[in-house]
């Protein structure tokens, strides 16, 4: 975030500086038109030095009638026109910021969007794998069920054999050996 205090600062010089030859030219191409000159310039720019002078009184509380204020907020044309110029320039350059504002946080809210939908994509396979890891579990636990039935009655049926757990006694000419074979 070292970064951003500075470029903070720097990024609004840098765009007025890149507006400035735009406002110049908009001074000079109004000076050639008459109609912005006299029916939006000239008026939008004395309506708003009345407004500034009425402020700037207010907050001085100073009382003035409305012919004082008028008295004191008279501009003359070229200086009107200059002033028109840059409250239109300002308000360019302040509908251009808020425009990419605007932009930059569409933007963003869709990379976040992208990302969320990313996680939610991971968190379903997630949960798909747990499904078949479940699945595979149950099956392989029916498996063991299955073969432990199988060696219960193939102990069953051993044991139902006959001669299951007798022991012959061997001929045999050493009568240790079929005691001990008749033991185990």
Known sequence: ?????????????????????????????????????????????????????????????????????????????????????????????FIVGLLAIIMQQSIAAATEKKKEKQEEQELMKMETNILELRRQVLDIGLSVEQIDAKVRELTRHVVSMKGYGKTEARKSNDPEKVSLSIKT
Do not use: C
Request: proline fraction near 5%; aromatic fraction near 6%.
């Open 1 to 93: 975030m070292v970064l951003g205090i500075p470029l903070a600062k720097l990024l609004p010089e840098i765009f007025k500086t890149v507006t400035k030859p735009m406002v110049n030219a908009l001074k000079r191409n109004v000076r050639k038109s008459p109609f912005w000159k006299d029916s939006v310039f000239i008026p939008m720019a004395q309506s708003y030095n009345k407004a500034s002078v009425r402020v700037r009184l207010w907050s001085q509380g100073i009382h003035r009638n409305k012919e004082q204020v008028e008295r004191s907020a008279h501009m003359n044309d070229e200086a009107a026109l200059e002033l028109g110029a840059e409250i239109v320039a300002n308000s360019a350059t």
